[in-house]
């Protein structure tokens, strides 16, 4: 049932203008239980000479990147072993925390840690979930299952993965990993 | 910037609504990188007799329960053994999975499942997270770390842990478990 | 698709707002294709002191009474030859038009007229329909079909009509009737 | 008094806005009684990327034509014995019926059934009035004289009808007539 | 033509709403020369659980008082000789400046000053002018003429004046007079 | 806290737009005591095809000039004596009146009038501040200090004036003066 109209200075392209109706339609629908067709969502944009708050007109910010785009793209130059790519993706304060490690801070310790662990990872992707946080980050949850080869050059697959990354501004700021690995070495 | 008006069959309590307002609040602030306090919403109730859609009078739905104090009130009952209250919790077609384990169906078979692994586990909360889908569930993860004692009746603390739920109009019905107590287990 | 909000000063009640809703959600329905279901109308109650136009405040003029009502109420005040409650109906300016009369401006004149033509007549109705004008009167027309007897006493039933009135303030102020009488007559 | 906002997709050209505009204003005006001057319509037109319904980007209906013009160049072209083009202005299951008759399916049909009847027909137009129906076609009344000459080539005039058509999709659906014919050749 | 809506946290008076509305409905004809009967103004009011900005929930502050009314209680507590009365409508900071003076803080300076000048003054007014600033404060005008006594008992009239106050949260700050005294003084 | 919505039929440039925004965003504040940051304005343009009142289209008016920038123009004319652009500033019944004086109606009679009373007179400006009427006409406020030469050649400067104007379209219909020129000139 319900209507949503938000007004916003113009400016934002189609793609942010659809990802924003489809987070409102979303936002809703986890409060009322209103079938999808019911929800309807309008976006009013007015000129930056049309809103003033505080007596002062606004230039309005660039939209965010899509985080789960930004979060794929981490993923995929990880997966190529394209370091300089990925490291070019990590915002001021990047950590990373893997099954059993601290907190680590740089692409290259994680390289050094994975080493004697498996030759190679492949992820393959079941879901990527995006959520607000009540800071200034997006959070990215995504889950699958990982398939590669052992130090010894077995194979291995279907081991379940999660991981959540925390994205500020189109830059990875944190990110920590769950799997299922040690669970199916433990069993192997 | 933005300002979001949402309207509403009257009827929703104050908690609803002030859940519906934070969630539309973070809805445009993952598109919209606009400061907090310039995002206002202003919800619009308009009794049932005011609001039409198709020719037709609607009835407003009762407000879903806060999914993340759903999945909070299971985890409460599984800590303290009460499973007949944590099964009430559980929708139709509930699955879970635990490292390690194919989807099982009952909290039974989860229970004969953890006895080999540890005397008992507490779950200390990090966060819970909360986000719509775009089927007519809602996701809530929750992280934090695991205490307990394993069989041989020895501590530990400080295991990661993840948990992935789905929330179907107040009833869970499926849960995902991460966590590093295989990789624990192996290291000790 | 569309969506239409009306605002209004406080003080309809269930069945008007009801009215509105479905005339507006037919009015938009006339020009734009739309599905019924994707048509949605909210009214916005504001209370006398939260509206001003032309810096003064404004008193709701009661609703109209449903013209359809009205003229349903005429139609049987006449059936049931209750002259005196069918005459309190009419407001200023009053007149009818028969299938070949001149316009008649009293219930008496058209009795006289339709003594010699039909010992008794009662109508069936197929529809009633109702539109406003560009003036102050709504116009209702209903249609349907005739029965009852001829002068001889022989039965006659199943002859089309159609009626055209025009209410003001909830009075007719014109009645116009067509009817296939005169071509059942003359083929009989 | 009322104040009226309809949002709509952009792509409506200014004759369908005014259109609308007009047909939302008389909705208004046949329950609330405000003077003309006091009703205020404003359509708000929003670019397809800024209106979402159950999660998904909708593309506007074209605007319905005129249901009035419709009706009009039917009865021109019926009028100028042009049949093709009137027969091109029906819709599936198009049927017709004039006093005394049974619904005719066909124009051939109709001019069979008139050429016993009358040399030919003009209409002088009182009247076109316009509504929408509950269901998806528009309801178009209109009324006015018949002129025109009696097989024997005496002319007649002055004589009342009344037509009424459904219109779906900028096609006829339906007539039905009334007139005073019988009634004026009964009396001659 | 415009239409202004405002939307406000419910619990302010009709006195408010009033006052609210015809602010609105003058600052819009400041700028578009509209007849005033066609400017409309809308308050919507939604309760203080269906509004947030910036993620939290607000309390309405009281309606400020009208500063007219504040400016024309403390020329009457003046003109009354009520000191007390006047010295508490008097706020942090508050300066007086006369014709010829520099600005003074107390009424007891005041006093003071007008003792040589005259023996009583009296104001009736013309028009009391009230507009907002871009700071905290209102700015009230007055002004009118003067009728009173000169120290030898003569006595005068007609005296023109103008006063010009700044008033935050119904105590005023500040004074300014200007008058003719002078100039009726140095030509009588 | 109020959000302000303005809708207009769309023509008015970026600075009337800007005027409009303030002058709303000002009016809100002198009735509730909202801090600036949290007052909202948005102006909703729609074309002239999408607006109707009482079943019009409607052209919009052009957005008035400044009035302060009117009175300032004016102000600064006659300061250069240029008496001809000063003229052309003035509408229909203007009168101005100056300490002492009756209301006067044209340029040369202020001009007769000041000769004996200063050779020259420069204006410095504290503030302009404009507000609305209720009627047709805008009021301008101007205050601050005048400096000049007396008849005598000797300087004097510091004098308080204050001025109060009403402009009608662009064009001044009334001026009163008020200052302690008088008052100085006593004291000197």
New interface residues.
């Given amino acids: 049932?319900?209507?949503?109209?938000?007004?916003?200075?113009e400016g934002?392209d189609?793609a942010?203008?659809?990802?924003?109706?489809?987070?409102?339609?979303?936002?809703?629908?986890?409060?009322?239980?209103?079938?999808?067709?019911?929800?309807?969502?309008?976006?009013?944009?007015?000129?930056a000479?049309?809103?003033?708050?505080?007596?002062t007109?606004?230039t309005?910010?660039?939209?965010?990147p899509d985080?789960a785009q930004t979060v794929r793209a981490f993923l995929d130059a990880m997966e190529a072993r394209d370091l300089e790519s990925a490291r070019n993706m990590l915002g001021a304060g990047f950590t990373m925390?893997f099954?059993?490690t601290d907190p680590m801070t740089s692409l290259d310790a994680l390289v050094a840690w994975a080493a004697p662990r498996y030759r190679f990872v492949t992820k393959s992707y079941t879901a990527f979930?995006?959520?607000?946080?009540?800071d200034?980050h997006?959070?990215v949850?995504c889950?699958g299952t990982l398939s590669g080869e052992w130090p010894d050059g077995t194979a291995f697959d279907g081991i379940?993965?999660?991981d959540?990354f925390e994205v500020m501004?189109g830059l990875l700021t944190r990110q920590?990993v769950?799997?299922?690995?040690?669970?199916?070495?433990?069993?192997s």
């Fill in positions: 049932m319900p209507v949503i109209e938000c007004h916003l200075i934002y189609d942010a203008k659809s990802r924003l109706c489809a987070a409102l339609t979303d936002a809703v629908r986890i409060v009322v239980p209103a079938p999808a067709e019911s929800v309807t969502v309008l976006l009013h944009e007015v000129s000479s049309a809103y003033m708050r505080g007596g007109h606004r309005p910010a660039p939209a965010l985080p925390t099954p059993g979930e995006c959520l607000p946080s009540q200034e997006a959070i949850y889950r379940r993965f999660i959540r501004q920590d769950w799997n299922d690995i040690a669970e199916t070495r433990g069993t």
